[in-house]
T-cell receptor
Framework: NAGVMQNPRHLVRRRGQEARLRCSPM?????VYWYRQLPEEGLKFMVY????????ESGMPKERFSAEFPKEGPSILRIQQVVRGDSAAYFC????????????????FGQGTRLTVV | QKEVEQNSGPLSVPEGAIASLNCTYS??????FFWYRQYSGKSPELIMS??SNGDKEDGRFTAQLNKASQYVSLLIRDSQPSDSATYLC???????????WGAGTKLIIKP
């Protein structure tokens, strides 16, 4: 029973390149969260998605950042024209809805992608 | 603005003692409460979830929830050096999806 899988674990990009981060949720999970974390700082919410649907992108920068969660395949966080300030750890978490209670369940995290922009 | 507050610490506790971590939240409609542990350079790991008032125990960990006072706490009994980490409190708002995170409390267990 694989957990949340993120790849790559480490990604180095030059300024101006594109970064593409992938997240495969746990089996049976259809909800994905993306977070950004700088060293010694807390988690910063970016976006919340269900399959084929962006529910909340209030934490996403208006430019250069986009996210998707297609019907098939992993969720993708895309950062275009990266700058040094994009260097951070990017975490994905997944959860599901308990159909008995109607409540969204616990969120489980992947190992994260450490993005370094040089 | 929905908020979750935690003392940033560091909280220093001698090995073998009880570590007590606290968290307060602003949204009275919150339904679900979670404690995560994050080691430096690693991803957050779920320790406990609690949904009802009272205590919930799992091994050396006890989560306590008081909805009337809007606080949730985590007790760690028989603290070990391996418990040294940052502990994150997360609260799910009444929207049933949005997780509101505290900034975390850094816990140091001294041998």
């Amino acid at each position: 029973n694989a957990g949340v899988m993120q790849n790559p674990r480490h990604l180095v990009r030059r300024r101006g390149q594109e970064a593409r981060l992938r997240c495969s949720p746990m089996k049976g999970h259809s909800h994905v969260y993306w977070y950004r974390q700088l060293p010694e700082e807390g988690l910063k919410f970016m976006v919340y998605l269900q399959k084929e649907n962006i529910i909340d992108e209030s934490g996403m920068p208006k430019e250069r950042f986009s996210a998707e969660f297609p019907k098939e395949g992993p969720s993708i966080l895309r950062i275009q024209q990266v700058v040094r300030g994009d260097s951070a750890a990017y975490f994905c978490a997944s959860s599901r809805v308990d159909f008995r209670t109607g409540l969204n369940t616990e969120a489980f995290f992947g190992q994260g992608t450490r993005l370094t922009v040089v | 603005q929905k908020e979750v507050e935690q003392n940033s610490g560091p909280l220093s506790v001698p090995e073998g003692a009880i570590a007590s971590l606290n968290c307060t939240y602003s949204d009275r409609g919150s339904q679900s409460f979670f404690w995560y542990r994050q080691y430096s350079g690693k991803s957050p790991e779920l320790i406990m979830s609690i949904y009802s008032n009272g205590d919930k125990e799992d091994g050396r960990f006890t989560a306590q929830l008081n909805k009337a006072s809007q606080y949730v706490s985590l007790l760690i009994r028989d603290s070990q050096p391996s418990d040294s980490a940052t502990y994150l409190c997360a609260v799910r708002a009444d929207s049933n999806y949005q997780l509101i995170w505290g900034a975390g409390t850094k816990l140091i267990i001294k041998p």
